[in-house]
């Protein structure tokens, strides 16, 4: 079975910083996906970033990139330039692309973006 | 844009009351998925649906039923609510194998005294 760890329960940077939140994964598979999912207070989840394995390039959305290092299964979120609006509860979540293509999260890290 | 909508925002029940949870979504998607979401556990998968009528167990499927008699509709039963099962419950729906991302409803905070 996967699992995926968050070793940050909360964070918290000023606005216009660059912050980095920690995901690491255990698996026994070599093609699947991985995903960052942004939840804002009282709204709805939304999808920030997505990685497939088999690519070696890091991923990116604007403000938002990875670092994918799959032979340590570490994948970590890195958002520059933060703004007000990212404060909110980041999950990081696996995907085997193939069967029921189940997503499985991490416990959340509470980022908080201070003025 | 997807749309997937969740009957109630909050809900109170009482320990024993049987328990539906609606979750509609109006883009034709094959997949549907209801999690429970806890703080420090992160989602935890309940349940999921491929098709209409179909349907399997994932994580923590236990006190739970769901049904899902029409394609855009998947239900959440609590058969005898329990305070255990006071958590946040969250419906998901996606397309079918073509396409990876979850489209999330905005969540039942259900409260079980």
């Known amino acids: 079975a996967q699992t995926v760890t968050q070793s940050q329960p909360e964070m918290s940077v000023q606005e216009a910083e660059t912050v980095t939140l920690s995901c690491t994964y255990d698996t026994s598979e070599n093609n699947y996906y991985l995903f960052w999912y942004k939840q804002p207070p009282s709204r709805q989840m939304i999808l920030v970033i997505r990685q497939e394995a088999y690519k070696q390039q890091n991923a990116t959305e604007n403000r938002f990139s990875v670092n994918f290092q799959k032979a340590a299964k570490s994948f970590s979120l890195k958002i520059s330039d933060s703004q007000l609006g990212d404060t909110a509860m980041y999950f990081c979540a696996f995907m085997k692309p193939q069967g029921a293509q189940k997503l499985v999260f991490g416990q959340g890290t509470r980022l908080t973006i201070n003025p | 844009d997807v749309k997937v909508t969740q009957s109630s925002r909050y809900l109170v029940k009482r320990t024993g009351e049987k328990v539906f949870l609606e979750c509609v979504q109006d883009m034709d998607h094959e997949n549907m998925f209801w999690y429970r979401q806890d703080p420090g556990l992160g989602l935890r998968l309940i349940y999921f649906?491929?098709?209409?009528?179909?349907?399997e167990k994932g994580d923590i499927p236990e006190g739970y039923s769901v049904s899902r008699e029409k394609k855009e509709r998947f239900s959440l039963i609590l058969e005898s609510a329990s305070t255990n099962q006071t958590s946040m419950y969250l419906c998901?729906?996606?397309?079918?194998?073509?396409?990876?991302?979850?489209?999330f409803g905005p969540g039942t905070r259900l409260t079980v005294t």
């Open positions: 649906s491929y098709d209409v009528k179909m349907k």
């Open positions: 998901a729906s996606k397309v079918g194998d073509s396409s990876y991302e979850q489209y």
